[in-house]
């Protein structure tokens, strides 16, 4: 059974940090790129960070970039964000999707919930 769980969201004052986790199982997790996406109510959702299965290339959202860094663990099977000098602007639900490319199927987390506010 593949599952993404996502987990460490939260409520944060702005300009503080939080890491996001998303854990994997259930597929050949290190032969996936890994992204995070991000969708504010009435908002389409966006992505906001990639990266590539052996984690030699990250790219990002421009509203993020300086702000925001994703990494993998591929032996914890794992994918991280994190988020610092957060903004208001930064409130949504966060997913973890895998990129299952042409051949696959892709999968997505069930999002955690990420509020920026004072």
């Known amino acids: 059974q593949v599952r993404l769980v996502e987990s460490g969201g939260g409520l944060v004052q702005p300009g503080g940090s939080l890491r996001l986790s998303c854990a994997a199982s259930?597929?050949?997790?290190?032969?996936?790129?890994m992204r995070w996406y991000r969708q504010a109510p009435g908002k389409e959702r966006d992505l906001v960070a990639a990266?590539?299965?052996?984690?030699?290339?990250?790219t990002y959202a421009d509203s993020v970039k300086g702000r925001f860094t994703i990494s993998r663990d591929n032996v914890e099977k794992s994918v991280y964000l994190q988020m610092s000098l957060l903004k208001p602007e930064d409130t949504a639900v966060y997913y973890c999707?895998?990129?299952?490319?042409?051949?696959?199927?892709?999968?997505w987390g069930q999002g955690t919930q990420v509020t920026v506010s004072s």
């Open positions: 990266i590539t299965p052996a984690g030699g290339r990250t």
């Open positions: 999707y895998a990129d299952g490319g042409i051949l696959r199927r892709d999968y």
């Open positions: 259930g597929f050949t997790y290190d032969t996936y790129a």
